[in-house]
């Protein structure tokens, strides 16, 4: 059944293949966004390493292959409360996808402005999109899936898996001893940078409003994702995703397969040993779908999904590039505050039971490495490669 | 050994009385205030029960009295962030008190606007504080006590005495049952109000300036405040406290004591079944003195005490003072989402053996009736009684 879908943040790495993605799959898409990411990239002198176009651009091209139109509304959530509760109240959304954080650690940290428009944006966009739902009493109909992250987990190593969100636990007590009924909590969050502790942050918000105003919302706690293309941003290339491969915004991964393609070492953080959780943004656009076409139902508490469909040690993955392509590996001062080594495991089967079907990282590397680094290889600036953000100044 | 102090939110209910206890006992103490409480009062059309001067007054009544000078910085700390790191940097602090949050549940509740407002003011302002004694280096000079609520925790009824701060539990593996090692994790948060949902995300942020970069914090989840007056208050007439009794901004037992003092019926929302933890405004002022002078040691997670000196029902409040004045019981919808009855039983041994000696409610309450509320009735204005914030608009 077609959806009327705002997509919050549509202009961003993971919004606009979403945004083509569930257009492509018949929904009425509407995008808004205040183009900040591309202000991050003059900020930074940087540019996406694929060449993206402007975003009227990219939906004019949309329309002109036969898809459907798709809005815009250029506005700040955080800031432009008032147009954002006009367009919720006049556009009936029967679901939003929230993509307009500040999504990047490294960033979060470079300096204290950064540090307090992480939370100032982050805090307030999510608030605001809450308030805005409840003051056009679309409580009851609209769905908000939200995209957070496997960090707000954080990284110690555990004997468990990680759940989907929440944790059964016998509370001790400190008296006697005596154990009590086990209760379902919320996992202890144990964020690692300003940008995720926004993160855990958000889940507050949610765990309050579908509590008091009885909110249908949808978590997604995405891993780290790698790829760029997605069936539909591959239709022409003027609808090219970005492909970030600096020092804040580019993620591992790929920032190994673009060190690969322009033989640059591969840059590897403290001892490698970090594991982390991956998903291919493929991968991404159909979870996103999955959790459109699935709401939860009225009176559900707040619906969480571990967004990952393979975890690895970061020098692992260092290794793998290296045997496909003989890059060098090239260890630095870990930037952040964090073990050194960790193990990691993840539930993860939520999704995959409404129908994920996962691209795996062997099956899809390679063919990242030439068909997308290498072709834009030229673009790269070099002097854009080094993590310089630091979380603490004086250590 | 006198510290130096800032006292954020100096103006204010707590802040105001804290401030003169701290300077009586000898520290240097510094106001930090944008006077918005007062602005609230207009907005609300209501003054406090007690004549409250104006804060050059209050200042100036205490420097005449003999008492040491108060200096006050007029900023607003959740915008004015340049301004709050050249005066912490400029004045380097030993301890910086924060009260400069919205603190009232129904205020929070009263529309978008006011929900929207709190969120915003309360979460910038925290973070900013903890932002600038980072800017300023002074992570491990600078002890920030901050007060929270015991709301914090929620008041769902357990088995077991809420703890102070801190939780054991045993997590459960959901694969087969297996039980893990026992871990300390912070309380499962549960927020009634927006206000409240506030303070569970501050304890993000303490959790995290304390882990990443080393900051000293005390956070104090303060019961339900009564009372008016301390011994440094009382030494003046223009040193009085504010006395809040209307529905947003009074508190259950002052608006009691106040409604008793002109006749009139003792509103009780819902049942009158909640139980609640409460404090006297002299056992506050002792406690945070109590807390500036036993801080965290370097490397100390953030330390957590449970302010609060005895538990009750609010009908059994309400038959108490009914006990005492003849004042009749007057049951009224209950605007709050929550639960009707509820058990709490509360750890607060920890300010107890620092030195808290408290005033109990039987000791102080007929006093408080006559001195205070009795003597300036006349200013009551009776339509700024009932409590018209609503938790949902649509029921």
């Given at each position: 059944?077609q959806q009327?879908?705002?997509?919050?943040?549509?202009?961003?790495?993971?919004g606009?293949?979403?945004?083509l993605?569930?257009?492509?799959?018949?929904h009425?898409?509407?995008?808004?966004?205040?183009?900040?990411?591309?202000?991050?990239?003059?900020?930074l002198?940087?540019?996406?390493?694929?060449?993206?176009?402007?975003?009227?651009?990219?939906?004019?091209?949309?329309r002109?292959?036969?898809?459907?139109?798709?809005?815009?509304?250029?506005?700040?959530?955080?800031?432009?409360?008032?147009?954002?509760?006009?367009?919720?109240?006049?556009?009936?959304?029967?679901?939003i996808?929230?993509?307009?954080?500040?999504?990047?650690?490294?960033?979060?940290?470079?300096?204290?402005?950064?540090k307090?428009?992480?939370?100032?944006?982050?805090?307030n966009?999510?608030?605001?999109?809450?308030?805005?739902?409840?003051?056009?009493?679309?409580?009851?109909h609209?769905?908000?899936?939200h995209?957070?992250?496997?960090g707000?987990?954080?990284?110690?190593?555990?004997?468990?898996?990680?759940?989907e969100?929440?944790?059964?636990?016998?509370?001790?007590?400190?008296?006697?001893?005596?154990?009590?009924?086990?209760?379902?909590?919320?996992?202890?969050?144990?964020?690692?940078?300003?940008?995720?502790?926004?993160?855990?942050?958000?889940?507050?918000?949610?765990?309050?409003?579908?509590?008091?105003?009885g909110?249908?919302?949808?978590?997604?706690?995405?891993?780290?994702v790698?790829?760029?293309?997605?069936?539909?941003?591959l239709?022409?290339?003027?609808?090219?995703?970005?492909f970030?491969?600096d020092?804040?915004?580019?993620?591992?991964?790929?920032?190994?397969?673009?060190?690969?393609?322009?033989?640059?070492?591969?840059?590897?953080?403290?001892?490698?040993?970090?594991?982390?959780?991956?998903?291919?943004?493929?991968?991404?656009?159909?979870c996103?779908?999955?959790?459109?076409?699935n709401?939860?139902?009225?009176?559900?508490?707040?619906r969480?999904?571990?967004q990952?469909?393979?975890?690895?040690?970061?020098?692992?993955?260092?290794?793998?590039?290296?045997?496909?392509?003989?890059?060098?590996?090239?260890?630095?001062?870990?930037?952040?505050?964090?073990?050194?080594?960790?193990?990691?495991?993840?539930?993860?089967?939520?999704?995959?039971?409404?129908?994920?079907?996962?691209?795996?990282?062997s099956?899809?590397l390679?063919?990242?490495?030439?068909?997308?680094?290498?072709?834009?290889?030229?673009?790269?600036?070099?002097?854009?490669?080094p993590?310089?953000?630091?979380?603490?100044?004086?250590?």
């Amino acid at each position: 059944m077609q959806q009327r879908i705002l997509v919050l943040g549509g202009d961003g790495f993971c919004g606009w293949p979403t945004t083509l993605h569930l257009s492509s799959r018949g929904h009425d898409v509407r995008i808004v966004d205040n183009l900040v990411r591309r202000r991050q990239d003059e900020e930074l002198g940087v540019q996406s390493l694929t060449p993206i176009r402007t975003l009227s651009e990219r939906v004019e091209t949309w329309r002109q292959l036969g898809g459907q139109d798709i809005g815009v509304s250029t506005l700040d959530i955080a800031r432009d409360y008032a147009e954002l509760k006009a367009l919720i109240g006049a556009w009936r959304p029967d679901a939003i996808v929230h993509f307009a954080e500040q999504r990047s650690a490294p960033y979060s940290m470079k300096s204290p402005w950064h540090k307090r428009y992480t939370v100032d944006n982050n805090l307030n966009a999510t608030h605001n999109v809450l308030c805005a739902i409840v003051e056009n009493g679309l409580e009851e109909h609209c769905h908000l899936v939200h995209l957070g992250t496997m960090g707000v987990y954080g990284y110690k190593t555990s004997r468990f898996k990680l759940p989907e969100g929440y944790q059964r636990v016998r509370l001790l007590s400190p008296e006697d001893g005596e154990e009590s009924e086990d209760v379902e909590i919320l996992y202890p969050p144990d964020p690692g940078s300003i940008y995720h502790m926004t993160k855990t942050q958000d889940q507050l918000f949610f765990y309050y409003y579908n509590k008091n105003d009885g909110l249908r919302i949808t978590d997604l706690h995405q891993g780290i994702v790698w790829g760029t293309e997605t069936a539909e941003t591959l239709r022409d290339e003027r609808l090219i995703n970005r492909f970030d491969y600096d020092g804040d915004f580019g993620t591992v991964l790929n920032r190994f397969i673009m060190q690969a393609a322009i033989g640059h070492p591969l840059t590897v953080h403290g001892t490698g040993g970090q594991t982390r959780a991956f998903i291919h943004i493929r991968d991404t656009v159909q979870c996103i779908h999955l959790a459109i076409e699935n709401p939860p139902v009225l009176g559900e508490r707040v619906r969480v999904f571990n967004q990952t469909t393979e975890t690895h040690r970061v020098r692992d993955l260092a290794q793998l590039i290296h045997g496909m392509t003989g890059a060098e590996l090239q260890y630095l001062d870990n930037p952040r505050i964090e073990a050194l080594e960790n193990e990691l495991r993840v539930e993860n089967q939520g999704l995959q039971n409404l129908g994920l079907a996962p691209i795996t990282l062997s099956a899809g590397l390679l063919e990242e490495v030439s068909d997308v680094a290498g072709k834009y290889r030229e673009r790269c600036k070099l002097g854009k490669i080094p993590a310089r953000s630091r979380w603490r100044a004086r250590r």
